[in-house]
C-alpha cells in the first residue's frame, strides 16, 4: 500500500515569518517616510525593519526547504510579501527623492509582472528561480538597505558627511546593476515561460 502525502500545515514557522513581512511593510513605509523622510531616527528604524525583513526572507524559504514545510500559502505570499517589502521601499524611497521615479516604474512592472505570470502558471509551467534572478535580489537589498539609512542627512556629524555620500553612491552603484539584473532576468523568465508553453502546446 503507498503511503498518502499529507500537506503540510499552514501554520507553521516559514509561513509566520512571511506574514509578518507583510505585516512590516506599511510599519517599514511610515518609518521611512516620517516628516517627509528627513527623520534621521526614524530613517534607522526603517532600515532595521528593511534588514529584519530581509533575514526572514532567507530564513523561511530555507526552514520551509530543510523540514518539508512548503506550502500551497507560502508558495503564494512568499514572493508577495517580498515584492510587497521592496516595492515599498522603491517608492518610498523615490518619494524622499533618493531613487528616480523611472527606475521604481521600470522595476516594479517588472517584478510584479513576473510574480503574477509565475502565480498564474504554477502548476502548468516550472520556471525556477534563476541565479541570476538571486543575484539581482541580492544587489536590490544591499541598495534598497543602504539609501534607507539617512546618507546625506545635514544633521550627520562632520565626521560622517564623506563616509555617507561615499556609501550614497555605492549604494547607487548597486542599484544600477540590480536594476540591469532585473531587465535581464526578466528577460530569461518571460523566455523561459514562452518556450516551456511553446513545448507543451506541441508536445
Same mark, same amino acid.
Given at each position: 500500500?503507498?503511503? &498518502?502525502?499529507?500537506?503540510? *500545515?499552514?501554520?507553521?514557522?516559514?509561513?509566520?515569518?512571511? *506574514?509578518?513581512?507583510?505585516? +512590516? &511593510?506599511?510599519?517599514?513605509? %511610515?518609518? /521611512? +517616510?516620517?516628516?517627509?523622510?528627513? *527623520?534621521?531616527?526614524?530613517?534607522?528604524?526603517?532600515?532595521?525593519?528593511?534588514?529584519? =525583513?530581509?533575514?526572514?526572507?532567507?530564513?523561511?524559504?530555507? #526552514?520551509?526547504?530543510?523540514?518539508? +514545510?512548503?506550502?500551497?500559502?507560502?508558495?503564494?505570499?512568499?514572493?508577495i510579501?517580498?515584492?510587497?517589502?521592496?516595492?515599498?521601499?522603491?517608492?518610498? +524611497?523615490?518619494?524622499?527623492?533618493?531613487? @528616480?521615479?523611472?527606475v521604481?516604474?521600470?522595476? #516594479?512592472?517588472?517584478? %510584479?509582472?513576473?510574480?503574477?505570470?509565475?502565480?498564474?502558471?504554477l502548476?502548468?509551467?516550472?520556471?525556477?528561480?534563476a541565479?541570476l534572478?538571486?543575484?539581482?535580489?541580492?544587489?536590490?537589498?544591499?541598495?534598497?538597505?543602504?539609501?534607507? #539609512?539617512?546618507?546625506?542627512?545635514p544633521?550627520?556629524?562632520?565626521?560622517?558627511?564623506?563616509?555617507?555620500?561615499?556609501?550614497?553612491?555605492?549604494?547607487?552603484?548597486?542599484?544600477?546593476?540590480?536594476?540591469a539584473?532585473? /531587465?535581464? *532576468?526578466?528577460?530569461e523568465?518571460?523566455h523561459?515561460? @514562452?518556450?516551456?508553453r511553446?513545448?507543451?502546446?506541441? =508536445?
Amino acid at each position: 500500500m503507498s503511503e &498518502v502525502q499529507t500537506q503540510p *500545515s499552514n501554520w507553521n514557522v516559514p509561513n509566520v515569518l512571511t *506574514s509578518l513581512r507583510i505585516v +512590516l &511593510v506599511p510599519f517599514f513605509g %511610515w518609518a /521611512l +517616510l516620517v516628516d517627509g523622510g528627513e *527623520s534621521m531616527s526614524w530613517r534607522v528604524v526603517a532600515y532595521v525593519v528593511f534588514v529584519v =525583513a530581509m533575514i526572514t526572507d532567507k530564513i523561511d524559504g530555507d #526552514l520551509a526547504r530543510k523540514h518539508n +514545510l512548503v506550502t500551497n500559502f507560502g508558495k503564494i505570499a512568499d514572493p508577495i510579501a517580498d515584492k510587497a517589502i521592496t516595492g515599498m521601499a522603491f517608492i518610498g +524611497l523615490s518619494v524622499v527623492g533618493d531613487v @528616480w521615479w523611472a527606475v521604481t516604474i521600470v522595476v #516594479l512592472v517588472r517584478e %510584479w509582472s513576473v510574480t503574477l505570470l509565475r502565480l498564474s502558471i504554477l502548476k502548468k509551467v516550472v520556471i525556477a528561480a534563476a541565479d541570476l534572478g538571486k543575484l539581482k535580489t541580492t544587489f536590490q537589498a544591499l541598495a534598497l538597505g543602504a539609501l534607507t #539609512l539617512p546618507l546625506r542627512d545635514p544633521d550627520l556629524p562632520g565626521w560622517a558627511e564623506t563616509p555617507g555620500d561615499i556609501l550614497f553612491y555605492v549604494a547607487q552603484l548597486c542599484l544600477a546593476v540590480a536594476v540591469a539584473l532585473t /531587465l535581464w *532576468s526578466g528577460w530569461e523568465f518571460f523566455h523561459g515561460v @514562452w518556450k516551456q508553453r511553446h513545448q507543451l502546446r506541441t =508536445a
